[in-house]
């Protein structure tokens, strides 16, 4: 179990960002508190990817502030469709190279081949070690990098797109352990553009496009003023199985269980 400390864990106000004179986000509130577990959705280009770069540190705003707990540890799981599968690295050698080490020493200790190991088997691939990344499967490979951030024991985990490409199996599957971890104590703030098989399962969603349009619960933010505001586009929004459904008006309507 994560401790919890009182205060946020980063709180970003008024923060404004973009890429060579282009504006991607725009006076951007919101606060990332302990043990949240939050969905942030929006098209593409809508900036939620540079919305997580400011949360983990690695852009900074041209206006406004993004404050962090002291001490805090963050911890960032890239999209799998930007990784290079053929790099010759095993399970277990990827994980190792996420540890935070200042020793000059480029080979691991007892103790840190016994960490790695730990949290292999705590997501249920420790057999795995040696198997080279590219002969994993969609869900191997999610969890290998999940692994990889948790060796680093944040009290934040940020995911890009975590369920991008892959299956109903393994979403179902992604989705399981990730509110396993989240059980807990770990705060999670993740990126998706899968409003019905990801989003609508979240207890926590903001809706972005550029700005935040909407922070909520998904029957607050799944609602057909704020998806237009957001994507643009008018959808309808059904109830299936006590959850919010999104349709496409401009395609026949289906109802699948996410």
């Given at each position: ?150 060796l680093r024991r944040p009290q934040l985990l940020l995911m890009d797109e975590p369920t991008s490409g892959v299956d109903i ?20 703030v993740l990126t998706t553009h899968d409003l019905n098989g990801m989003a609508a399962h979240l207890p926590n969603l903001v809706a972005l496009h550029r700005t935040v349009i909407a922070h909520g619960a998904p029957a607050d933010v799944i609602v ?35």
């Amino acid at each position: 179990m994560i401790p919890r400390q009182g205060g946020p864990l980063v709180e970003v106000v008024g923060a404004s960002f973009g890429y060579d004179g282009a504006p991607v986000l725009s006076d951007i509130t919101y606060t990332v508190e302990a043990g949240e577990f939050t969905g942030i959705v929006g098209p593409s280009g809508s900036g939620k990817t540079s919305l997580l770069r400011l949360l983990l540190g690695t852009v900074r705003p041209q206006r406004g502030s993004v404050q962090r707990r002291p001490g805090v540890a963050v911890s960032y799981v890239p999209q799998l469709e930007t990784v290079n599968w053929s790099f010759p690295v095993t399970v277990g050698e990827c994980v190792l190279m996420s540890r935070a080490t200042r020793r000059l020493l480029p080979w691991a200790t007892p103790a840190e081949k016994a960490d790695v190991a730990a949290v292999l088997d705590r997501l249920g691939i420790g057999d795995l070690t040696s198997r080279h990344i590219r002969e994993l499967s969609g869900g191997q490979q999610q969890r290998m990098f999940i692994a990889r951030a948790l060796l680093r024991r944040p009290q934040l985990l940020l995911m890009d797109e975590p369920t991008s490409g892959v299956d109903i199996g393994t979403r179902h599957e992604v989705l399981h352990l990730l509110d396993e971890l989240h059980r807990d104590g770990l705060a999670i703030v993740l990126t998706t553009h899968d409003l019905n098989g990801m989003a609508a399962h979240l207890p926590n969603l903001v809706a972005l496009h550029r700005t935040v349009i909407a922070h909520g619960a998904p029957a607050d933010v799944i609602v057909p003023e704020v998806l237009e505001r957001t994507f643009g586009a008018r959808m309808e929004v059904l109830q299936h199985l006590g959850m919010p459904v999104v349709v496409d008006t401009a395609a026949p309507v289906r109802l699948v269980a996410g």
